[in-house]
């Protein structure tokens, strides 16, 4: 069975201190995608990155920046510099190949102090 | 990305009714659609997956009976809550895949059953 597992529920920063979320996986998949999703105080879930289970180079989007380990099974997100306009909720996901469907973790709640 | 629309975006209804929500795909023919449900503070459970011009699948606990999904055209695909109660209450959220890359998701509707 897949699982994600999000551990820290609420994070609470003040703007411009850099924070990392954290995500851990559970599959016996050899195959398989990892997600990461914002979903802001309206609701709509916001696509962030994609990543599949043969590419563990890191990543980086202007402040937004992913590590993804194999061997620990974990795929982080570091935003740097935080914004007020980050303050959401994000969940990290997993799907299966063939399946689309998706495994959500728990969530974070972020939010920046100004 | 595929752009996926919902109607309505939020509802009120009365124990006991029926209430209709739609799933848009805007600029993507989805021969499968996803229907999620989110109480407040929790993460996204899959409810159902819709399949155009044949059954949906349930996942487990989820009752098929109540939770009627019709997926008649490759653009739309309709989830009726039949016989609604204060339980049904949540944020119902459906996505389009892109085959198993990336899953888009709509704007979400909001479920109030007094």
């Known amino acids: 069975a897949q699982k994600v597992t999000q551990a820290q529920t609420e994070i609470s920063v003040v703007e411009k201190e850099d924070v990392t979320l954290d995500c851990v996986y559970e599959?016996?998949?050899?195959?398989?995608?990892l997600f990461w999703y914002k979903q802001p105080p309206s609701g709509e879930l916001v696509f962030l990155i994609r990543?599949?289970?043969?590419?563990?180079q890191n990543e980086i989007s202007g402040r937004y920046s992913w590590n993804f380990q194999k061997s620990t099974s974990s795929f982080n997100f570091t935003i740097t510099a935080s914004q007020v306009v980050d303050s959401a909720v994000y969940f990290c996901?997993?799907?299966?190949?063939?399946?689309?469907?998706?495994?959500f973790g728990q969530g974070t709640r972020l939010t920046i102090n100004p | 990305g595929a752009v996926v629309s919902q109607h309505p975006s939020w509802v009120i209804c009365k124990s006991g009714t029926s209430v209709k929500i739609e799933c848009r795909s805007l600029?993507?023919?989805?021969?499968?659609m996803f229907w999620y449900r989110q109480f407040p503070k929790q993460s996204l459970m899959l409810m159902a997956t819709?399949?155009?011009?044949?059954?949906?699948?349930?996942e487990q606990g989820v009752e098929k009976d109540k939770f009627l999904i019709n997926h008649a055209s490759l653009t739309l695909s309709t989830l009726t809550v039949t016989s609604a109660h204060p339980e049904d209450s949540s944020f119902y959220i459906c996505?389009?895949?892109?085959?198993?890359?990336?899953?888009?998701f709509g704007p979400g509707t909001r479920l109030l059953v007094l």
């Open positions: 996505s389009v895949g892109q085959g198993e890359k990336t899953q888009y």
């Open positions: 599959t016996r998949d050899t195959t398989y995608y």
């Open positions: 990543r599949n289970s043969f590419d563990e």
């Open positions: 996901a997993l799907s299966a190949p063939g399946a689309q469907k998706l495994v």
């Open positions: 600029d993507f023919q989805a021969t499968t």
């Open positions: 819709s399949n155009e011009g044949s059954k949906a699948t349930y």
